[in-house]
């Protein structure tokens, strides 16, 4: 005769104990949320901003628009570096939650390419984009004239500024400090770039010199040859086209 063990058999769970974990597993939550949303916790304390060299801190701080204490995980950081970036200097902005109480705000600014001479006097400094920086009265150093027949708030979209900011980008440093004035074709033959058109862009040294360098492709062979011919005494050099240089 065999002793039989008896089955254990499953513990019910009664109605209470699954109302208690239910609702402890409710209080988990909502005390989760208190403490990101409605706590003291996890606000915001403090704004940082950096990047910044003509745009005041205090100028990205008010289009960011971000009230002390907002819970920090709330806030939109996509919706804050938009109100940021219409700043007309900001090309850029990023912004990053750093935990537990501070918002950092990462500005790049504009930065201009070319001078326009403005018909009531002074200076707009415009970017590649020709979006105005800042307004200069005295004539800037560093920066070449643009010749155009445009006002610096009408350049934006131009495809000869567009142009011009291509082949400067991709000058040798000797030869980008010895440009004076630069066009997007040759201004004594009223003629300008336009969409589609392949724009020749020309260089005016300061020595008085002219190089015709076309566009943006081929730099480095013609950086090699305007290098060699810029000791001729010729005043005009044509580099448009690598390996049939012209001088006169």
Not at 48 to 58: D, F, I, N, R
Not at 65 to 94: K, M, W, Y
């Amino acid at each position: 005769m065999t002793d039989a063990t008896p089955a254990s058999t499953p513990r019910k769970r009664t109605p209470w104990r699954a109302a208690f974990f239910a609702l402890a597993g409710l209080g988990i939550i909502a005390g989760v949320a208190w403490t990101l949303l409605g706590s003291r916790l996890l606000v915001v304390r403090s704004v940082t901003v950096s990047g910044t060299h003509l745009v005041p801190p205090a100028q990205v701080l008010a289009a960011a628009d971000v009230p002390a204490g907002a819970p920090l995980l709330s806030l939109n950081t996509q919706q804050i570096a938009q109100r940021v970036e219409a700043i007309r200097q900001v090309a850029s902005a990023t912004v990053a939650k750093d935990w537990p109480d501070r918002l950092a705000i990462t500005v790049t600014e504009r930065v201009p390419v070319v001078m326009v001479r403005m018909a009531g006097g002074g200076y707009d400094l415009v970017d590649q984009a020709g979006v105005i920086v800042r307004w200069s009265k005295p004539r800037p150093a560093g920066l070449p004239l643009y010749l155009t027949s445009l006002t610096g708030g009408t350049l934006r979209g131009d495809p000869g500024l567009a142009a011009t900011a291509a082949v400067l980008a991709e000058l040798s440093s000797w030869l980008s400090r010895e440009v004076a004035e630069v066009s997007a074709a040759d201004p004594a033959a009223g003629t300008a770039a336009s969409p589609g058109d392949p724009a020749q862009v020309t260089l005016y040294l300061r020595d008085h010199k002219t190089v015709v360098w076309g566009g943006a492709d081929r730099a480095s062979q013609k950086d090699r040859e305007l290098a060699i011919l810029i000791r001729d005494p010729a005043r005009y050099l044509d580099v448009s086209a690598p390996g049939t240089v012209v001088t006169r």
